[in-house]
Every structure is written in structure tokens, then in C-alpha cells.
């Protein structure tokens, strides 16, 4: 008898740091499975490199595609500044994007313009693109935002 209420009391003792045991596993197990939901597939994820050549070729479509449309896709300020322009003189460079895997990619961007000559930025914009596999095109073009946003941008 005496050996049971020793071993009951042995065993009750040890049971709050069980219970604090399943507690951690089960705020640890959580804590994963919110972790898993963030990176879940299907939404935007920051592109690790926006110098990659398959990022420059997307930013250049979408120059070209500003430069040498008929009729301006957007009514963005800083198209007044443009006209005499050619893709020769006008250089894109991406501060932001963000890619979705679909079947293809769906890639936002905050795009800079700048004089080749002067180095000068002439605006900054968002754009959201389609690539399916290297068949590109433009889905929306977005918002005009400010260069020194832009610049921002790049150290996100």
C-alpha cells in the first residue's frame, strides 16, 4: 500500500511537465501549420533576383509595348515626357516584382523609367503581366507611382 501511494505520488508530480510537453508539441504543431498556410501554393511571392534575365526580358515587353503603342494604355503623367523617346533611349528597370505560379506565371512590377543619356527618372509605374511560357502579355496596367516610391521599393 505504501508502495502504490509513493508511486501515485511520484506519478502525480510528473504530470504537469507531460501536460506542458503535449501543450509545447501542440503550440509548436500550430504554429507550423499557420507557417504552411502562409507559404500555401497560389499566391504572390517576392522574386528573388529582379536582374534575372527572364524578369529584364518581361520589363522590356512591357517598355516596348508602352513605347510603341498607338494610344496610351494609361493616362501616366510622365508620358508627356516621352515623345521623342525610342526604346533606344528610354531604359526600364524593375524596383519590385512578385510572381504567382499559374499555368505560367503572373508577374506584378513596379517598373522605372529613366533616360539612358542622363540616368534621370522619367516615372515609375505598376504593371501586371501573363507569361505563359514565353508567350507574354499585359493583363493591367496599373497605378502610376512616384520614382522615389519606387526607389523604395527596391529595398523591401
Not at 503535449?22 to 507557417?35: F, G, L, P
Not at 523617346?85 to 504567382?100: D, G, I, M, R, Y
Request: glycine share 4%; charged share 20%.
Amino acid at each position: 500500500m505504501k508502495l502504490f501511494s509513493v508511486l501515485s505520488l511520484s506519478l502525480l508530480a510528473l504530470l504537469p511537465f507531460d501536460c506542458y510537453g503535449i501543450t509545447r508539441n501542440m503550440v509548436t504543431e500550430h504554429d507550423e501549420k499557420q507557417r504552411d498556410r502562409r507559404n500555401m501554393p497560389g499566391g504572390y511571392f517576392p522574386v528573388a533576383d529582379v536582374n534575372d534575365p527572364r524578369i529584364v526580358t518581361e520589363a522590356n515587353f512591357v517598355l516596348s509595348e508602352l513605347l510603341l503603342s498607338d494610344e496610351p494604355p494609361r493616362s501616366y503623367t510622365f508620358l508627356n515626357a516621352l515623345p521623342g523617346h525610342s526604346t533606344n533611349s528610354v531604359t526600364v528597370q524593375v524596383a519590385k516584382a512578385l510572381e504567382q505560379v499559374v499555368a505560367g506565371l503572373n508577374v506584378r512590377m513596379i517598373l522605372m523609367l529613366t533616360d539612358a543619356s542622363t540616368q534621370e527618372c522619367l516615372g515609375a509605374f505598376a504593371v501586371s503581366i501573363y507569361d505563359k511560357f514565353g508567350d507574354l502579355s499585359i493583363t493591367k496596367w496599373n497605378k502610376e507611382t512616384t520614382c522615389a516610391h519606387a526607389k523604395d521599393s527596391m529595398n523591401d
